[in-house]
């Protein structure tokens, strides 16, 4: 959840690192690797029916920026004796993963990282596989099958992911009350909704779209049940104006150019006042949002509510990822089994999960437990930010609505600083919003070229 507010700031840093670090890995690290990668060790049965830890007594450190993470290790440690836990909540490290990754030394045996980063990880070989520890078949025992994409490359699995960032939209129950407007269930409707706004208060925005933050516009191509890019077979494949994309980019593009719909900076203090006065009536974002809105935007209670997004086809309801984090065995790990029992115990046992929701205020996360066992528990629990609503089923809504899936290029922060440079010159009349799809496209093109890749297949996907 909070891993997204403070991702704005590092992102021309970790570039920085990328350009001097791409080269020495880009061209033949993508080999395809056997599914299981590597024969699966015969494990033991341990605690609860996971795998057993027979190995001896051990302190593993941990690099993670969720909020209150011992609570949730602690359970862990209780369960396995002899594996010992060291948590270091040192904000998002990614500068740091690719110094110590570059120097040989200084990583932990377990890092936090978002979906959208962890492969530019893999490839680098800051992670390594688990799969002897945690082959496929256990992997899928406790977590959805669509999650491989952001925790696994080429078969090898690297890590287990922690909460869902599935897109969810908080709305102004005020704003929409007032003015007479009914939640939209498509993006049709969306349309007419914002326009009958416009009209009445023309003050007021009806969604506020991110001009500064990549995964919006990436969850919202892949809302439609497309993607920019992926890899398979050892290529990474780009097209951002494959027909999906340029009928979500074109949407927005109208909207905002009709003034119904608002290009915004998000994180900063001024879009956090805009959304407590009440200028803006809708924001689409992960399903970590209303756990973040409510700690930073202080209104009365009963002001906001959640809803599922508005669909492109009502009867066949798809969603996408903005934002969320999985847990990763690092390649310096002398410790790799009890790394990699962690990091499956951590996000999919339930006494575990209970302490990531409550104390870690993560409200929706992507084990099976989860979404079997611990969200029905929750479903009738009311939050009084939202008037009462019960919001975890909205949630698992959702998550469920996720059904595709990709794997995003290992150079995410060039991805996101050029679409902040060319979004600006959309938004200043500068670029339609053709031009600007086809720049961004062609400028991690040639940026990627430039660090080496050669594998690259542009204009078509997977």
Sequence with gaps: MKRIGKCIWFLALVSLFVVAAIPLFAAGKQEAASSEGGAAATAATGPEGYPAYNGPPVELTEWAWTSNENFANDVFMKAY??????????????????????????????????????????????????????????????????????????????????????????????????????????????????AKLHAADPNITALSFPANWVLGPLGLVWQAGGK??????????????????????????????????????????????????????MVVSGGWFPEWLQLNCKVPDGLWRVATVPQWDASNPENGEMGGSGFYVSSQSKN??????????????????????????????????????????????????????????????????????????????YVSSSYNDEMQKFLSGAENITTFVQNWQANVVAFMKKQGFTDLVVGSLP
């Design 81 to 194: 004796p002899n594996i010992k836990v060291k948590w270091t909540n040192n904000g998002v490290p990614y500068p740091q993963i690719l110094t110590a990754t570059a120097a040989g030394s200084g990583l932990p045996d377990v890092v936090m990282s978002e979906y959208t980063y962890a492969p530019q990880f893999m490839l680098y070989g800051s992670f390594q596989p688990i799969n002897k520890w945690v082959p496929e078949s256990t992997y899928l025992k406790y977590y959805p099958a669509v999650t491989l994409k952001w925790t696994s490359m080429g078969g090898k699995i690297y890590g287990t992911p922690q909460d869902s960032g599935a897109a969810t939209m908080v709305y102004r129950k005020d704003v929409f009350d007032k003015y007479g407007l009914s939640v939209p269930k498509t993006w049709a409707d969306f349309e007419k909704v914002a």
């Design 336 to 413: 790799p089994e009890a790394a990699a029992l962690f990091v499956l115990w951590l996000n999919s046992e339930k006494d575990s999960l209970v302490q990531l929701h409550d104390k870690s205020q993560l409200p929706i996360l992507w084990s099976n437990t989860f979404t079997n066992v611990l969200a029905p528990e929750l479903a009738d629990q009311p939050y009084p930010y939202f008037g009462g609503q019960k919001i975890t089923p909205v949630s698992v809504e959702a998550m469920g609505q996720v059904k595709t899936a990709f794997t995003a290029v290992p150079i995410m922060d």
């Design 228 to 281: 920019l890019f992926d890899y398979s077979n050892g290529k990474w494949y780009i097209d951002f104006t494959n027909p999906t994309a340029m009928k979500v980019f074109e949407f927005w593009g109208k909207l905002i150019r009709e003034g119904l719909v608002k290009g915004d900076n998000w994180w900063n203090a001024d879009w956090y006042k805009e959304l407590a006065d009440g200028k803006t009536a």
